[in-house]
Each structure stands twice: as C-alpha cells, then as structure tokens.
C-alpha cells in the first residue's frame, strides 16, 4: 500500500516527465513565436505616401489631423496617422548620416506631433527600412535597429513601417527573418509598444513566418496603383485593386488577431490626381469596391489621399461604419472566396456575433443577376435568415430561398446576414412570434 505522500510524489514524477517528453518534442531551432499583444484588429488611419511621397511635414499631418475628427473619420475608427517616407533630415547612406528629423519639415519634431495625436485619441506612425537608405533614398536603420527602436518609442510612435523596398528578393528566407527579427527584437525591447508592419512585396513567403517574430502585417504583394483593374501590371510593377485582391487568395489562414495579410494603402479619393501614385483613378462604385473588399479580408486600412479635401462621395465611402465593422471585428476572421463563377465571385466570412457578412462581386463588364445560399456558400445550415444591406444601411427582410439581387458592372454588394433561430416543432421562432402576436 502507498500513502497519500508517496502517490503525489509519483504524481508530480509522471508529471516532469511528459513535460520532459513535450519538450524535448519541439525542435530547438525552432525560435518561439514573438508577440507584442497588439493590432488584435487591424490597423486603420491615414498614411502620407499615397499622395503626398517625400513632400510631407509638420502643417500637413496637423492639418490631417484636424480633418479627420472634423470630417467623422476618427469617429469611424481611423486612428493611426502615418508619416511615411520623407520625414528624414537625409539622403544617403546610414554609415555617412545619422538618422534625424528634418527640423525645416518638422520643426517641433516628430514627438510634438505624437502628443498632438494622441491627445486627440489617435496615434502616430513612423516609417524606416532595414538597408544604409529607404525606398526614397533617405538614411535606414541598419546596424542601428536597437538605436532607432529606442529613439521611436522615445518620441512616443505608436506604430513602424520597416520597408525593404522589395529587396533580398532571391535571398534565403533566414537573412529576411533575420532583418526583421532584428528590429521586431529592438522594438519588443522598448517600455512602449509599437505595431510593427513589414513592407517585403510579400517575397519569402513572408505570410508564413512575419507572424512568429512578431511583425503585425505584411504586404503580400507589391505597392498598389490608382487602378481598379489595369491590364497586366501597370509599368511591369503595380498591383492594381483586383491584382492584390487575387493575391490573397489562399493566404487567408496566415492572418488573425495581432497579424495581418497588407493588401496595401487605400486608394479611395485619389481619383487618379495623386502626386505620388501611378494610375489613372477609379470610379465611385470601383473605390467603393476596393474598400468593401479590403474591409471584408481584415487587410489594415489606411487611407492615402489628402483627407483635407476628400469629396463628399469618398467621405461618405470610407465612413460606413457598418463596413469598418467587418474589417474590426473581434473574432479577425478572414473572408474566403466561396464561389467563382468567372466574374461573378462571392466572399464571405463569419463574425464575433455569429452573423456572416457576404459581399457578392461583380467584376464583369455588364450588369448580373446573383444569387447566393446560405446552404451552399457559407455550408451553414440557415433556414431561414435575415439580410442588412451594409450599403444602403437597410434590412431586407427575412428568407428562407437563396436571396437573389442585381450587382452593377465592378459593384459589390455587401450584407450581414443572421441566422434566424428554429424551434424544435421545425417552426422558426419568429414565424411563432408573428404568429403570438397576431392572435
Ligand atoms: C515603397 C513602399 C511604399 C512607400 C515607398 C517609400 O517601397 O512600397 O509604400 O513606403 O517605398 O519610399
């Protein structure tokens, strides 16, 4: 017979073993997974490239600042305001220049604006790369990753874009992990913290190991141009609306809270006039589109055009909050492709509340008839359901047939729908209350 003593101490034995076994099970090389706890939803704000490039400072983020609690953006969920390329006092190699602000573009600096920021309940981001120069031929931050980490946080940045500028596009994926670990480590290293987003082109497979170093997005493909559905890539580079969306198909399971697919800025409201970008601009319900779109697959969504002077139809577009919801929501599920009938395609993605949002894509050049099912698209099991048309922000009514609408040529439709509860008699507990009701 053993004692209660000698049993637990067996216990605790067994117990040290298969923690033992469990170890030893993990391989060593395998470095933990990194997290930084943030961006649980994705990022969304304003970022300076798009349109302004390099020619940014310190009135024009102010200014930017002001418009967007004055115009309802804040208020719908815009938040980060990112300087992008630019802010830098120089051009050329780190190993000639130390990395400073340009006090003629930014004569308070870079921590003046953060608090202006953050006084107002948004944040700010910064922007540096990991070679002797960025993409714009301003000084990096390499060798001074732990130097510039500390300096950020310093200033009270909320928020790094790190661009390789679509480097190392043949290197082995070790030396990219290495340059973004390297900065991941610095900025982990520092009180405050600061979301991290990789800017790689999405070479590397970089979807399938940004997320273990804790970066909290990455591009998947190369930059965006003001075009909805340019044939080929514009100038044998840019990525137009559809490139990047299509690039993201199958990428899906890489992202989810604290780690996102970057289907890149937003190019509602360029309208083809920026002063950076390429491309000729989109129409209103191909901007409306896009954004639908980038809200539906939880890419971060940060606005490039000059919100000082947005047109009243982009600011009614980038202000739904119903569709900023999808993009937000708590569960950070990704939408799937679940039909592809050419160019008729079908997205949808189930959120926190149990609803599913549905966003039906028309990317032909003629109006089309489509039609979706609950039962055959989302494989779950509604009877009946109700509809909300997230656009015309108005509820349909109940179905218990596939719900059939017209969608305009490059229109997306966008709903929520909810499964509406069935009693045990095969009844739907509505139709019993109609039916309570009614007596
Ligand atoms: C590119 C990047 C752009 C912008 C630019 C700045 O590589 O994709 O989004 O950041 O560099 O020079």
Redesign the pocket.
């Known amino acids: 017979m053993i004692n209660r003593k000698q049993q637990s101490a067996r216990f605790a034995w067994m117990l040290a073993i298969l923690s033992l076994a469990v170890a030893s099970a993990s391989p060593a090389s395998q470095p933990a997974p990194r997290s930084n706890g943030l961006a649980q939803t994705p990022p969304v704000g304003w970022?300076s490239?798009?349109n302004f490039?390099?020619d940014i400072n310190e009135q024009i983020v102010i200014e930017t600042i002001d418009a967007m609690i004055a115009n309802g953006m804040r208020d719908a969920g815009y938040v980060f305001v990112n300087l992008?390329?630019?802010w830098q006092r120089y051009k050329g190699a780190r190993r000639d220049h130390p990395l400073e602000v340009d006090p003629k573009k930014f004569p308070r600096g870079i921590s003046y604006l953060a608090d202006y920021a953050h006084q107002r309940g948004m944040k700010l981001g910064i922007?540096s790369g990991p070679g002797q120069t960025?993409?714009?031929g301003y000084t990096g931050s390499e060798g001074h990753e732990a130097e510039d980490a500390r300096m950020f946080a310093s200033w009270g940045v909320d928020h790094l874009?790190y661009?390789?500028?679509?480097s190392h596009r043949e290197a082995p994926k070790e030396e990219l992990q290495k340059i973004f670990r390297t900065m991941s480590n610095a900025l982990m290293a520092q009180k405050r913290g600061i979301v991290l987003h990789a800017?790689h082109?999405g070479w590397g497979d970089i979807w399938e190991w940004a997320a273990g170093l804790g970066v909290n997005h990455w591009?998947i493909g190369?930059?965006i141009s003001d075009d909805f559905n340019y044939p080929g890539n514009r100038e044998q580079y840019y990525f137009d609306v559809l490139d990047q969306l299509d690039r993201g198909v199958g990428l899906e399971k890489y992202a989810g809270p604290g780690h996102w697919n970057d289907y890149?800025?937003l190019i509602v409201g360029l309208d083809g006039k920026s002063k950076q970008l390429v491309g000729t601009g989109a129409s209103n319900t191909e901007y409306r589109t896009h954004f639908s779109l980038w809200a539906m697959v939880s890419s971060p969504m940060l606005v490039g055009a000059d919100v000082r002077k947005l047109d009243p139809y982009s600011l009614q577009t980038l202000t739904n909050k119903e569709i900023v919801a999808l993009n937000q929501d708590p569960a950070g599920n990704v939408a799937h492709k679940v039909r592809d009938d050419g160019d008729l395609e079908v997205f949808a993605k189930e959120l926190a509340d149990g609803s599913h949002a549905v966003l039906l894509l028309n990317r032909g050049a003629a109006t089309a008839t489509m039609t979706f099912s609950p039962r055959a698209d989302l494989q779950a099991p509604m009877d009946r359901y109700s509809i909300r048309d997230l656009w015309k922000h108005r509820d349909l009514g109940t179905y218990d047939i596939p719900f059939t609408t017209e969608v305009q040529s490059h229109e997306a439709r966008v709903f929520r729908i909810r499964q509406l509860a069935t009693s045990a008699n095969g009844r739907s507990v509505s139709d019993a209350a109609e039916q309570e009701s009614a007596r």
Do not use: F
């Open positions: 970022s490239w798009n490039g390099d992008d390329d630019g922007y960025t993409c714009a874009k661009d390789s500028c679509c800017c082109c591009r190369q930059d890149d800025m």
